[in-house]
Every structure is written in C-alpha cells, then in structure tokens.
C-alpha cells in the first residue's frame, strides 16, 4: 500500500522508512509503551509515564496506528466469513484424499510454471 502510494505520488512520503524503522526497534517500542503505562525507575529515580511519552507522541503514535489499520483493513475479514473459513479448513483436515487433490491440482501447476 505504502509503496504504491509513493509510486503513484512520485514522492517518497517516509512511511516505508518509518514502518521498517519500527520494525527493527519493536523492543524499544515495546519498553516505551511500558513506560507509558507505569512508573518507571531510571538511574534510581522514579520516572512518571507522562515525562517518558509526550502528548505529541501519543498524536504520532495514534496516527501511525491508524496508518497500519488501514493498510491491513482490506485483509480483515468479517466474523461470519472468518467461520466460514474455519469451517472449509476443519473439513479440509478431516479429508487427507481432498486435500491431496488439491495438492496435486495447484502444486504441479505452480511447480511446472515455475520452471
């Protein structure tokens, strides 16, 4: 999503940089969000959540929670479907020549294309 925006904007928006920054740091982004929660201890002191994480953070981190829903938002499914799905994937287990036939079916196809 984030890329195709960027393509069809001709300008890189940062987002990409952004998502992959916070992919490589989910520790530290972990370990604020903690800090927002609780009090802290740092360097002996007691360390309020409100010092840790400003307002303005919140506002960015609220955005770019909001950035990522709606990216997956395509991809979530209803709670109805999902069942339904659940349901195909149960029969699915039950039945090991089904899913051979399937196997064989798209397996071969995508092996032979490949090729």
């Keep these: 999503m984030i890329v195709s925006f960027d393509r069809h904007t001709g300008h890189e928006t ?7 920054n916070d992919y490589n740091n989910v520790n530290d982004i972990n370990n604020l969000k903690n800090q927002s929660l609780y009090v802290s201890i740092k360097d002996d002191k007691f360390v309020s959540p ?3 994480i ?19 938002e395509p991809f979530i499914q209803p709670l109805p479907i999902m069942r339904e799905v659940a349901s195909g994937l149960q029969e699915l287990l039950n039945n090991p020549d089904k899913i051979k036939e399937i196997e064989d079916k798209y397996l071969s196809t995508h092996i032979e294309s490949s090729l």
């Design 54 to 72: 400003t307002k303005d953070m919140v506002k960015d981190i609220g955005l770019w929670t909001l950035i990522r829903l709606k990216g997956i």
């Design 50 to 52: 409100d010092i840790v």
């Design 14 to 20: 940062g987002f990409k940089q952004k998502i992959w």
